[in-house]
């Protein structure tokens, strides 16, 4: 990567209507109060293509605004065969996630390919990577989903702020 381009970041979940919206928004909002906003690229996508072109699930957008977020311009899209070549961090919400994104490189190199929570160091102590799906749970997990998505966030902005240093 050159100077002169953006340094590219892909939050990935099953639908790309729960957890990975919350880490593109969240993750965008940490890196422009860290200064990093003009360096660093953010978006997001699902493995599968269930709910393409759709906007965040409203248990999402209701978790983002309660905690001071703007989600309501997301629209779902599905992961590309090519991108995991083409980002230069890409942050999954699971292990499967994580073997699916894999598999889409082949034999190509994956180290970039990281479990979001793996940049939460109370997340990594307690040995709990996964942030685990709410959307068939009660609202309320969508509130712990927040909170752990905005702690591995932390975590990615003070690992960018040195990478990029």
């Avoid at 980002?87 to 994956?110: K, N, Q, W, Y």
Wanted: glycine share 12%; proline share 3%; net charge negative.
């Amino acid at each position: 990567m050159s100077g002169a381009e953006p340094y590219r970041v892909c939050v990935v979940c099953s639908g790309n209507i729960c957890r990975s919206p919350m880490g593109e928004v969240v993750l965008r909002r940490k890196l422009e109060e860290a200064g990093l906003g003009d360096r660093v690229v953010v978006d997001s996508a699902g493995t599968g293509d269930w709910h393409v072109g759709g906007g965040a699930d409203p248990r999402t957008l209701t978790a983002l605004t309660a905690g001071g977020y703007d989600g309501s311009a997301h629209r779902a899209q599905q992961f590309g065969e090519t991108w995991v070549n083409e980002r230069d961090l890409v942050l999954v919400a699971d292990e499967g996630h994580l073997r699916a994104i894999r598999a889409l490189a082949a034999a190509g190199d994956t180290t970039h390919v990281r479990l979001l929570r793996s940049f939460d160091p109370a997340a990594v102590e307690a040995g709990t990577l996964e942030v685990d799906d709410p959307y068939y749970g009660a609202d309320d997990g969508f509130d712990r989903c927040l909170r752990e998505v905005e702690a591995a966030c932390d975590g990615v902005v003070a690992h960018l702020e040195t990478t990029l240093r």
